[in-house]
């Protein structure tokens, strides 16, 4: 398995969110990885009853079976809220145009193309999302232990290296070292 990268820059993500506005289904699975930090598989898990009309997403994370409660913020309400509406509330919330939940694979293609058509390079996959979060939220607040406990890391380190904030440490030290 190849590991991932977070997308960096604000700008890249908005020429993202540009190209994605077309298709509601694939804005709002974009701007949920994002803004939540949840892996795909437990954002393709949500049944519309599990959003709509609700502060709060509520799961048990498949690939640590912990329960996790994660505010739903003011971007992602109306985006929620527009996309739910005429929707029934045990379908998936993400589903193909023959009514299947969307797939893993079908998420990775909906995020690769529209990074690839964004001009992001790097290694984009659908596990890109989450470190996106991970990514912006420690630049936002510098606070590791949050994000540690919110991506249930055993380490701070773990955490930085996850979210590629050693990396961006190690080039930077480079780029200022000069003899």
């Known amino acids: 398995m190849t590991t ?19 298709n509601k289904r ?16 437990d954002i393709l ?16 994370e498949k690939k640590t079976g912990k329960f996790k409660k994660i505010p739903i913020n003011s971007k992602l309400r109306p985006m929620i809220f527009e996309f739910t509406k005429n929707k029934s509330p045990n379908s ?18 909906i995020i690769k193309t529209a990074c690839k058509k964004a001009g992001i390079e790097g290694k ?20 590791v232990a949050i994000l540690q406990k919110i991506f249930n890391h055993s380490s701070p380190s773990i955490t930085l290296r996850y979210i590629g904030i050693e990396q961006d440490e190690i080039f930077e030290s480079y780029e200022n070292f000069i003899l």
């Open 92 to 109: 998936p919330l993400f589903e193909t145009v023959f009514k299947n939940r969307l797939d893993r694979f079908a998420a990775y293609e």
């Open 45 to 60: 898990a949500l049944n519309v009853q599990d959003v709509k009309d609700k502060k709060f997403i509520q799961i048990t």
């Open 124 to 143: 984009i996959g659908t596990h890109t999302l989450r470190k996106t979060f991970g990514y912006h939220h420690y630049k936002k607040f510098k606070d």
């Open 4 to 22: 991932v990268e977070p997308i960096r820059n604000l700008s890249d993500l908005k020429k993202v969110e540009f190209l994605l506005e077309k």
């Open 26 to 41: 694939n804005l709002l699975l974009f701007t949920l990885g994002i803004n939540s930090g949840l892996r795909i598989s």
